[in-house]
């Protein structure tokens, strides 16, 4: 029963790592047209004295755009610090549960930060709020985005949470621990030689 279960999670996940990867490859071309537009509006504003467009508001849309799309990606790849001296040393069965503990807080900190952000949106949506520049950008836009990356960043967790969950039941502790283990310095050093 578990297996057939696993086998949708593990497909679910893949995909869902397929996808992150490449917003995050789309998140970075972002960032660097982001620089690009700054360098242009700044070295404008030097040499003619003027702005051309309103830079820091569309670059400040694009990080906040940027940054929650790539939470899922991070988590995925686990490229998120973690301070870990106490966990290496640690046995097995702590290490599942400081595991759990772990993913499931930031389930609920993705669901409170989604409630969060989803009332922002709406908000601005209801009140027709617009930027006060030039641009007037209705700010329900650039919120509903940010917004969605929030909701993918949530869908990820949940997914990963209940994929982990599954390899628990199932007595798959490799799995496991590929899913939401802290990598040591030798999977570190196998992960680099591979490259």
């Given at each position: 029963m578990f297996e057939n279960l696993a086998q949708i999670l593990d497909a679910a996940i893949?995909?869902?790592?397929?996808?992150?990867?490449w917003i995050a490859r789309l998140g970075g071309l972002i960032?660097?047209?982001?620089?690009?537009?700054?360098?242009?509006?700044?070295?404008?504003?030097?040499?003619?004295?003027?702005?051309?467009?309103?830079?820091?508001?569309?670059?400040g849309y694009?990080?906040?755009?940027?940054?929650?799309?790539?939470?899922a990606?991070?988590?995925?790849?686990?490229?998120?610090?973690?301070?870990?001296?106490?966990?290496?040393?640690?046995?097995?069965?702590?290490?599942?549960?400081?595991?759990?503990?772990?993913?499931c807080s930031l389930a609920l900190v993705c669901v409170y930060a989604t409630d969060a952000a989803m009332a922002i949106a709406f908000d601005a949506y209801e009140s027709n709020a617009r930027s006060n520049s030039p641009l007037m950008t209705p700010l329900w836009i650039p919120q509903t985005l940010w917004l969605l990356g929030f909701v993918w960043f949530t869908i990820?967790?949940?997914?990963?949470?209940?994929?982990?969950?599954?390899a628990l039941l199932c007595h798959d502790q490799s799995r496991f621990t590929s899913l939401l283990s802290s990598p040591s310095v030798d999977d570190h050093i196998n992960e680099i030689s591979r490259n």
């Open positions: 893949n995909r869902v790592n397929q996808v992150s990867r960032l660097i047209a982001t620089v690009l537009m700054i360098v242009v509006e700044v070295s404008f504003r030097k040499l003619a004295g003027r702005s051309v467009f309103p830079a820091t508001e569309i670059s694009f990080m906040a755009i940027i940054a929650s799309w790539s939470f990606y991070a988590m995925l790849e686990k490229a998120h610090i973690r301070i870990d001296i106490f966990y290496m040393k640690s046995s097995h069965r702590l290490r599942n549960l400081l595991d759990i503990l772990s993913i990820s967790v949940f997914l990963l949470l209940l994929r982990a969950l599954v």
